[in-house]
């Protein structure tokens, strides 16, 4: 029994734990869900604000520029049909244009921007503080601009800011600070947006101006002006294209001019009183703020424009800061100066054959080729022309034609003469003078002109070096040598320099260069020695050496002249001795010390010829007396010799028995 209720009561407790488990993984389970449904409904309402954040922009900036039309418009007017300025430092009042793009989903109104200004630019206008919430005192420079119309999603609108632009400010990149207020379409409240960053840039103004250097014409005759073109502003112009424009009505005219009156009081032809014979357009390229560029156009005034003021009309294109091609008219003002009185033919002189010596400058002493020409520069052409050439001077002689004659010379032509001349020495350094006589018939009328052709007579200075040496001076080696003029007039202030090879791989006699050695005048021939002292190494070997020398001269004109003269010096290097003064058989000897052991060799030489001398002496002596002694020869026997020898001799002149008797003396002395 006892048992059956213990066990009863522990199955009871097993049940309780169990309801109690139960009980407590129910409540588990009920905290765990309410917590997942919370995550779940969180994440989805973030999930939810971040695509709208997304979506849901602000408007942002697309573009800026300057501009003077400051209407409202919208995406349906392009940003590129708009009319874009240029602004400059110093401007004053400018109008800078802001494009912003709406980027939200839905319509935007009542926008109002805020442009907060950098340094260089003033604001036009008090802003109210309670436009912004601020004090004024905190506000920096605004510009205040507002656009009322509705926006709708993805379309741009431009807000125009006034201000004005200070002398400060710079050419080149600024940005600026934009804060908008704006609302939603079907939405109540304002939304502020701060901090809007906007590039915008200074583009600078092209200002160009033409000045026109050479304003004073001849009339009758073709002109080159001389016109430049200016870029006054702060932008380059690029891509500048100047035309000359013609005159309405007349044939390439630069200057329509009124119509002339007629004696009688009618009304006459219009006149041309400057046309362009040149080129009509200039292509100049780009022209760099503050930089200059220069057309040439070739004009003509007509002989009734002397004595008048005309202008050139130039129109000018090119490219502005934005890349916008623009047109300048500009004017340059021209003075036709008076028509001076000149003849129709002209003289004007030549060039030799040679062409070194031009005809102008004779050289004295030999015959020469003398070069004119003469030109037509009228409009007509002229006949019968008869040309006579004289010298005014009895020492310039013409040696060949001084007379010409053609039937006629067209306008705008010229005849090239020629002829022999000599001009004696005596007019060296003098001027000459030829005289050039004209006749011809021009407009059915005879007219004789004469026109002087001037000349100057010159010498000639031809300069050679002979006797190129070097010799010891002063126990110092130089270069000796003599200048010879072989010209005709003296060399003035003439100066010699020895020079380096040109070439290094050339020998040089020299270690370094002396300086110039001035001679004086060079006349005619007559030589003029030159001494140039030589700094020579002591291992200096002789031989050939070039020598290069630099002739320096002027001639009657003081004009210098140069020229370098090549040769050749054999050098051999100078033995000296110790002491100075003294002499070893007849060698002189000095203080330097280079020389000293060549005069050992030379002694000892002398030593051995008289030990060798007096040792031949000796051994004649001594064999002399040994023949003697063995022979027994005393005086008798060369009495006899002397007489044998006598026979000999006048046998010589005989027959047979003289030479019998010189064998017989042979035979003696060959048994003796």
């Known amino acids: 029994m006892t048992n059956i209720v213990s066990s009863h009561k522990r199955e009871k407790k097993q049940q309780n734990a169990i309801s109690c488990r139960i009980k407590k993984s129910s409540r588990i389970f009920v905290v765990y869900s309410l917590i997942s449904i919370m995550i779940l409904m969180s994440s989805s309402n973030w999930t939810l604000a971040n695509s709208n954040a997304q979506t849901d922009l602000d408007p942002a900036f697309q573009d800026s520029y300057w501009t003077d039309d400051n209407t409202i418009s919208t995406s349906n007017t392009s940003t590129n049909d708009a009319v874009k300025r240029e602004v400059g430092p110093g401007e004053g009042t400018a109008t800078l244009a802001v494009v912003l793009v709406n980027k939200a989903r839905s319509d935007i109104t009542a926008v109002k921007g805020y442009l907060s200004l950098p340094p ?8 109210p503080a309670a436009d912004m919430g601020k004090n004024v005192s905190e506000l920096p420079e605004y ?18 800011f006034e201000m004005s632009v200070l002398k400060n400010a710079n050419v080149g990149p600024y940005i600026a600070s934009l804060d908008l207020v704006y609302s939603k379409v079907l939405e109540t409240g304002q939304i502020t947006v701060e901090d809007i960053a906007i590039p915008f840039r200074v583009t600078g103004k092209v200002i160009l101006d033409v000045i026109s250097e050479k304003y004073h014409l001849i009339p009758g005759s073709s002109n080159m002006v001389n016109i430049t073109i200016k870029n006054k502003g702060t932008a380059n112009a690029s891509g500048v294209i100047v035309s000359v424009n013609e005159a309405a009505g007349t044939s390439n005219s630069l200057l329509s001019s009124n119509s002339s009156s007629t004696a009688n009081g009618g009304e006459g032809r219009e006149s041309i009183p400057l046309i362009n014979i040149g080129n009509n357009t200039f292509d100049i390229g780009t022209i760099p703020a503050n930089r200059t560029a220069e057309i040439n156009p070739l004009v003509y005034p007509s002989n009734s424009a002397s004595e008048t003021v005309q202008n050139i009309d130039l129109q000018i294109s090119y490219g502005d800061a934005y890349g916008n091609r623009k047109s300048s008219d500009q004017s340059v003002g021209l003075v036709i100066s008076p028509k001076p009185p ?42 019968d022309l008869v040309i006579t050439l004289t010298s005014q001077a009895d020492t310039v002689k013409i040696l060949g034609n001084s007379k010409w004659t053609f039937e006629n010379l067209i306008a705008q032509s010229k005849l090239n003469l020629s002829t022999n001349v000599f001009a004696s020495e005596d007019v060296i350094g003098k001027p000459i003078e030829f005289r050039v006589k004209i006749q011809y018939v021009t407009d059915e009328q005879s007219t004789i002109e004469t026109i002087n052709l001037g000349s100057y007579v010159d010498g000639e200075i031809r300069v050679r070096a002979y006797d190129l040496d070097v010799n010891i001076i002063g126990d110092r080696p130089n270069l000796v040598g003599n200048l010879l003029n072989e010209g005709n007039t003296v060399a003035l202030f003439t100066t010699v320099e020895m020079l380096k090879p040109p070439l290094p791989e050339q020998k040089s006699l020299v270690r370094n260069i002396a300086s110039q050695q001035y001679l004086g005048d060079l006349t005619e021939n007559s030589p003029l020695p030159f001494s140039i002292p030589l700094t020579i190494d002591n291992s200096t070997k002789a031989g050939t050496y070039p020598v290069f020398l630099k002739v320096s001269y002027r001639d009657n004109l003081r004009i210098p002249h140069e020229l370098t003269i090549n040769g050749s010096v054999d050098y051999e290097p100078i033995q000296q001795t110790n002491d100075e003064g003294q002499s070893i058989f007849g060698i002189s000897s000095s203080n330097g010390n280079r020389n000293t052991p060549a005069i050992f060799p030379i002694l000892a030489i002398l030593v051995i010829g008289v030990i060798v001398a007096t040792i031949v002496f000796l051994k004649k002596r001594r064999s002399k007396s040994k023949i003697s002694r063995i022979l027994g020869i005393d005086n008798n026997n060369k009495t006899q010799k002397e007489q044998v020898q006598q026979e000999e001799d006048m046998g010589s002149l005989s027959d047979g028995p003289t030479d019998k008797k010189s064998d017989g003396i042979i035979d003696e002395r060959k048994k003796g």
Do not use: H, M
Not at 147 to 159: A, Q, R, V, W
Not at 346 to 356: P, R, Y
């Open 120 to 127: 260089g630019f003033k604001a036009i206008g008090v802003i």
């Open 143 to 160: 510009a205040v601009d507002s656009y009322d119309s509705i926006i709708k999603s993805g379309e741009t609108f431009t807000l125009y």
């Open 342 to 383: 000149q003849s129709i033919l002209n003289v004007d002189a030549g060039v030799s054959s040679d062409n070194q010596n031009s005809s102008i400058v004779l050289i004295a002493g030999k015959i020469q080729e003398l070069q004119f020409s003469i030109a037509n520069q009228g409009k007509i052409p002229v006949t």
